[in-house]
Nanobody, 124 residues
Framework: VQLQASGGGLVQAGGSLRLSCAVS????????VGWFRQAPGKEREFVAA???????YLADSVKGRFTISRDNGKNTVYLIMNSLRPEDTAVYYC???????????????????WGQGTLVTVSS
């Protein structure tokens, strides 16, 4: 399974971005796909995930601002980020795995396949 993350960039606080994660190989509909982020000097943290169906999960820090969705026809997962804050600045990674159980969806170690990351910078 290969993942390609894209859509990062520089945006002012309050702005919006849409990240895309294109997944190839494997059976996309069976993959749980998650987004994680890592800011300089900080540990990688969970942002959002969409389970094998359409159930979605968001970190408390992004609820009400971010949305995750999947398009099975395009083998792509989107992270729509609104009302961005400077503290959202990080490298964003998408990850996938077909074997994740629901209780493990927020843990990076649960995901066996990772994309290369895309940088999001939010200026104040």
């Amino acid at each position: 399974v290969q993942l390609q993350a894209s859509g990062g960039g520089l945006v002012q606080a309050g702005g919006s971005l849409r990240l895309s994660c294109a997944v190839s190989g494997g059976t996309f509909s069976r993959q749980t796909v998650g987004w994680f982020r890592q800011a300089p000097g900080k540990e990688r943290e969970f942002v959002a995930a969409v389970f094998r169906g359409t159930n979605t999960y968001l970190a408390d820090s992004v609820k009400g601002r971010f949305t995750i969705s999947r398009d099975n026809g395009k083998n792509t997962v989107y992270l729509i980020m609104n009302s961005l804050r400077p503290e959202d600045t990080a490298v964003y990674y998408c990850a996938a795995d077909p074997s994740i159980i629901l209780s493990s969806i927020r843990f990076s170690r649960s995901y066996g396949h990772w994309g290369q990351g895309t940088l999001v910078t939010v200026s104040s």
